[in-house]
């Protein structure tokens, strides 16, 4: 860890304000000043800093995704995920930490994993610097019905641990399923309130009793644990608000009574979308099977409509909507995630501001880190940062390309630093350094 000075940056800050050119330092791992100057003004001396002058390149929080699969291995179908060799998945997942660092999201929200202890092996070891990452929430698997999403059980191979999710009936079964989860140290509990058309069960219906849901909010608070819904149906919505459920996935099909809860309760929810699922398993899936004519037949183009005016009327309301879209599938590969800012801007008109809010200040309460912490350049604030080659503004879509992204910085290290080359200017500070365009 260095002290750092970035100098000459276009700094967008967080706040929702204009960018403005300045510098910022960071001392430890925190972000200490942050000063409006005039481009190419020497910034004010500081002993001991390796000084980065960014003539001119953006500087922006980290980002935050907020629907997280590590252990998704870009395959096709649930059982192709879950049947990987848990040796050969660990290293996995290890792999794909650092994928989602490289690309400027450092901070991630673990939104289910196939093995019951992925994703909280991973935490640990994230944590304890054995590998690198994100900082990362881990999840616990998808907690279904038999029958249900996520019951890849077949009737040969009854057993439980074979399933993609971890399948109970009843509400003493999820009491225990929630408790063993809980043991095992998850940050989340996550449950598939509804369907999934593509594993046989409309995204229209809902699988659980009221009373098996109230059970598991119920454990998850006595553990002090957060619950995350797959939630696509109006009903399944609408048990979330109703049972205190604080993140939703997807929330396709809202009705205006869902919508009206939402709005109501909005400091108590985040929703997550999850658009690239429904985008390119209607528009890019078919070299895995699936042409355009099975998903209309599936019904996610009509699922892609529901949710894309869902959303259109979440955002009119001012209800949170955060970027993670269910990546790690075959044809949403991982590392592609800042799709969903682009996907933001075009299908739900959200100005690129607002695209770039919800990757930042607004997913960074989704870390439950507490307030002045992550997502924004202020301050005080955890010194997460990148440094962007193009002004994504302009375009979004610069955050897509990992050669844009010039530096990551996280939790006032560099993951990656800018390329350097001497500052050969007179008189200057042997630490001064210039990204080399």
């Known amino acids: 860890m260095a002290d750092v000075l970035f100098t000459n940056a276009r700094v967008f800050d967080g706040s929702g304000d204009a960018p403005f050119q300045g510098d910022v330092l960071v001392q430890g791992n925190r972000i200490t000043r942050v000063q409006r100057s005039a481009f190419g003004q020497r910034a004010a001396p500081v002993n001991g800093v390796t000084t980065v002058d960014a003539a001119g390149a953006f500087l922006m929080p980290g980002m935050v995704e907020a629907h997280t699969h590590f252990s998704w291995n870009n395959q096709p179908s649930l059982d192709s995920i879950q049947r990987m060799p848990p040796e050969e998945h660990i290293l996995w997942c290890a792999e794909v930490a650092k994928v989602y660092l490289d690309m400027g999201w450092t901070s991630c929200v673990g939104a289910a994993t196939a093995k019951p202890r992925l994703d909280v092996v991973i935490r640990n070891a994230i944590n304890d610097g054995t590998i690198i990452g994100p900082r990362y929430l881990a999840a616990s698997q998808e907690i279904t019905v038999p029958g249900g999403l996520g019951d890849t059980t077949q009737p040969h191979l009854p057993q439980p641990e074979f399933a993609f999710g971890a399948v109970v009936s009843g509400a003493e079964e999820m009491r225990r399923c929630v408790r063993m989860f809980c043991k095992y140290g998850v940050d989340t509990l996550k449950i598939n309130l509804s369907g999934e058309s593509i594993t046989g069960m409309s995204s229209e219906r809902s699988q659980f009793t009221e009373t098996e849901v109230a059970t598991c909010v119920e454990e998850a608070k ?196 800018p390329p350097m080359r001497a500052n050969a200017a007179a008189g200057a500070r042997p630490e001064t350094t210039r990204w080399a365009a």
């Open 222 to 417: 006595v553990w002090g644990k957060r619950v995350a819904a797959h939630a696509r149906s109006t009903h399944s919505i609408k048990q979330c608000v109703r049972l205190g459920i604080e993140v939703i996935y997807h929330a396709s099909f809202a009705d205006e009574e869902a919508l009206d809860l939402l709005e109501a309760n909005k400091k108590s929810h985040f929703i997550a979308p999850g658009l690239a699922w429904l985008i390119n398993t209607c528009h890019h899936a078919s070299e895995f099977g699936i042409t355009p004519a099975i998903a209309r037949g599936m019904g996610y183009f009509k699922e892609l409509e529901h949710a894309i005016e869902s959303m259109k009327a979440l955002r009119r309301r001012d209800v949170r909507i955060l970027p993670g879209g269910d990546y790690g599938f075959a044809w949403t590969p991982h590392g592609s995630n800042a799709k969903d800012l682009e996907y933001f801007v075009k299908h739900l008109g959200m100005s690129t501001t607002e695209a770039l809010l919800s990757a930042t200040a607004w997913g960074a309460p989704m870390m439950r880190m507490g307030k002045g912490q992550l997502g924004e350049v202020k301050e005080g604030f955890l010194a997460d940062l990148l440094l962007i080659d193009g002004d994504p503004l302009a375009d979004i879509t610069v955050l897509q390309d990992k050669k844009r992204i010039l530096a990551v910085m996280k939790d006032g290290k560099f993951h990656r630093a």
